[in-house]
């Protein structure tokens, strides 16, 4: 089945702020989707109901054409990039690797970013001396390491020096290739430009479009992203 997350008149409010009303999309395998709109159009909201981080106060998420709203099998197949990742912060960076393993009860089966970003080498330093840009590539290396058929990026190259973000959007484009659904937010408009082969805009609470990127720049007459999605929007 080419589809594998389907989620069906999704509503969530945060008290009297209605963030999503009433969502409906399809995401199928190998696409890479970004997830645009502008500050606090319920971006992350909508990818915390996914992950179930965020209950929803309606509606439905299927995983594989299953229901899979309140449970928690699915989230396994699903790798995780948080826009700031939380650590036991007294913790090594090594045992956070080793704590990921044991709680996931099985061997990595890919540590490609961990070698690429030479994470090993610091494994004996604690959480909370890491700079940021360390701690983005520690939340790259877990999200990727046991090759889940979905991975969700929360603003993934946000402070990364420039040399990492392009082996994560080499990484990004490789796992999409291998059939992976690649969902991600991003502010920065060539990096959507580079990766994304879809758009979901959110607006108000609605998704204002869902869009192949090749569709939005014909349509606009425009070749760069940034101007098309200009165009489309006004
Ligand atoms: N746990 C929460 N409690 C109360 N309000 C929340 C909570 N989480 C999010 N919100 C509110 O919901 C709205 C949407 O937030 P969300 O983080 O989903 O937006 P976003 O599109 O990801 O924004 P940005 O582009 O700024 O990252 C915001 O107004 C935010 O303040």
Redesign the pocket.
């Known amino acids: 089945m080419d589809e594998i997350i389907e989620i069906r008149d999704l509503k969530k409010s945060?008290?009297k702020?209605e963030?999503l009303k009433g969502i409906d999309c399809k995401f199928r395998r190998g696409e890479v989707v970004s997830v645009l709109?502008?500050?606090?159009?319920?971006?992350?909201?909508?990818i915390k109901s996914i992950l179930g981080m965020v209950l929803p106060d309606a509606g439905e998420l299927l995983f594989n054409g299953q229901p899979v709203t309140n449970t928690f099998e699915y989230k396994r197949h699903i790798g995780y990039m948080p826009?700031i990742g939380r650590y036991p912060e007294n913790m090594k960076m090594g045992q956070i690797f080793d704590m990921m393993r044991d709680l996931r009860q099985e061997h990595a089966q890919d540590e490609d970013l961990l070698k690429t970003f030479k994470l090993e080498s610091m494994f004996h330093k604690p959480m909370h001396t890491l700079s940021g840009g360390t701690r983005q590539k520690v939340s790259a290396a877990l999200a990727f390491m046991f090759n889940p058929e979905v991975l969700i990026l929360d603003e993934p190259s946000a402070g990364l020096d420039p040399l990492a973000s392009e082996h994560l959007k080499e990484k990004i484009k490789e796992q999409s290739a291998k059939g992976k659904l690649v969902l991600f937010?991003s502010?920065i408009m060539s990096e959507v430009d580079e990766i994304a082969g879809s758009i979901l805009y959110?607006f108000e609470g609605k998704v204002r479009f869902f869009k192949e990127l090749d569709a939005i720049k014909s349509e606009a007459g425009e070749v760069r992203l940034g101007k098309a999605l200009i165009k489309t929007l006004i």
Not at 37 to 46: D, H, I, V, Y
């Open positions: 945060f008290g702020l963030v709109g502008p500050n606090a159009s319920g971006k992350t909201t909508l826009q937010t502010h959110l």
